[in-house]
């Protein structure tokens, strides 16, 4: 089991710290248990579970980013249209990944958590509350859906991962500039997808 925490992570680090956590109390680590350790309530902290996992070795499992591509259409497209609490099929909540396997692909993203976390503030908010929330949740949906045809080609759908940790960060910190990087990196996960599938 996942441990309880009563407030939602705060960083990209805390994220990661968390989700190491679950790792060494089970031999595999459920989607369900990742997403109590971030909080599976919220939007952002789904949205940046999803990037870590994509933008890590571990999207070099096969069908795993089309499973979180699956997931993140899912929820983001339940936010759009006004949802508040998410719905997700138990079958995609029981789908498991070894702990040394999480445990690894952490490691490898814990150095970028630990750089980008020293840049994150509130700042342009307009682009992260209200309407701008929307925005960011219909661009997920554009990324989450492009992350399946990313799969042709190996560990692609970690240029999607990046986004969408660009996106959970930019919710979870109230960060505008990010939320635009985000914006931004989503037309270059377009391009990626369309040329995978056309190549």
């Known amino acids: 089991?996942?441990?309880?925490?009563?407030n939602e992570p705060q960083s990209l680090g805390e994220v990661i710290d968390r989700l190491d956590e679950?790792?060494?109390r089970e031999q595999a680590v459920s989607l369900e248990v990742m997403m109590q350790a971030v909080g599976r309530r919220s939007f952002g902290p789904i949205v940046l579970l999803v990037g870590v996992?994509?933008?890590?070795?571990?999207?070099?499992i096969p069908t795993l980013p089309s499973l979180l591509g699956v997931l993140v259409v899912l929820v983001a497209g339940q936010l759009v249209i006004g949802r508040k609490r998410f719905w997700i099929p138990s079958g995609l909540l029981e789908r498991s990944i070894s702990s040394k396997k999480v445990e690894k692909g952490l490691n490898a993203v814990r150095p970028i958590g630990r750089f980008v976390d020293r840049f994150l503030k509130p700042r342009l908010t307009v682009f992260t509350k209200g309407v701008g929330s929307y925005v960011m949740a219909v661009f997920c949906v554009l990324v989450g859906a492009t992350m399946p045809p990313l799969e042709v080609l190996p560990f692609l759908a970690t240029s999607a991962g990046l986004v969408l940790t660009s996106f959970g960060l930019a919710i979870i910190?109230?960060?505008g500039v990010l939320a635009l990087f985000a914006m931004g990196g989503t037309?270059?996960?377009?391009?990626?997808?369309?040329?995978a599938l056309l190549f």
Do not use: N, T
């Open 187 to 195: 037309s270059l996960i377009g391009f990626l997808a369309v040329r």
């Open 53 to 60: 996992i994509a933008m890590s070795p571990l999207s070099g």
């Open 173 to 175: 910190s109230q960060d």
């Open 22 to 24: 679950a790792a060494q």
């Open 1 to 6: 089991m996942a441990a309880k925490y009563e």
